[in-house]
């Protein structure tokens, strides 16, 4: 599987649940998961979909960088909302470390994308030099 696929599926699970859970609020009339809801979209949909734009756009095959940097953010995303969904149905913190992980891996994700976009430009920059593109890791 390429990673630009990868993303735009987790990104489309993600905002299938993200939507299904705001129809169910709104249904309900309860909006406690509102923040829950927000994050699935935010995380999930939306920055997801952004990786994919990102990578189906760059002139390269994929790299083990890159899949460390979506692999982070579809982990990321489910732990942190998950976990805050169980803290704001149940009050019971005993499961704040999974937030806080799946935060620090949504976290890690970026900065990896920071990563792979300047690699990125330095191959492109090795390219425009006539230098040979490195073969990605
Ligand atoms: C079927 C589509 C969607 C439905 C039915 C829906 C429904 C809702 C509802 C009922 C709320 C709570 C409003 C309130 O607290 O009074 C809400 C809040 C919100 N939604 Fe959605 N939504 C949808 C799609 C999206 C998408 C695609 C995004 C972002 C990409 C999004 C982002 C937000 C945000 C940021 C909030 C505010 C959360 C908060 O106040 O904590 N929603 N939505």
Known sequence: MRIPIFCFGTAALAALSGMSLGIFMGIRQDFTLAPVHAHINLLGWVTMALYGLYHRGARRGDTRLGWAQVGCGAAGFPLMTGGLAYEFLTGDTAFLWVI??????????????????????????????????????
């Open 100 to 137: 806080s992980a799946g935060a620090l891996l949504s976290l890690a994700s970026m900065a990896l994308f920071l990563a792979v976009v300047l690699r990125d430009a330095g191959r492109e920059g090795a390219g425009a030099a006539g230098g040979q593109p490195s073969p990605g890791w």
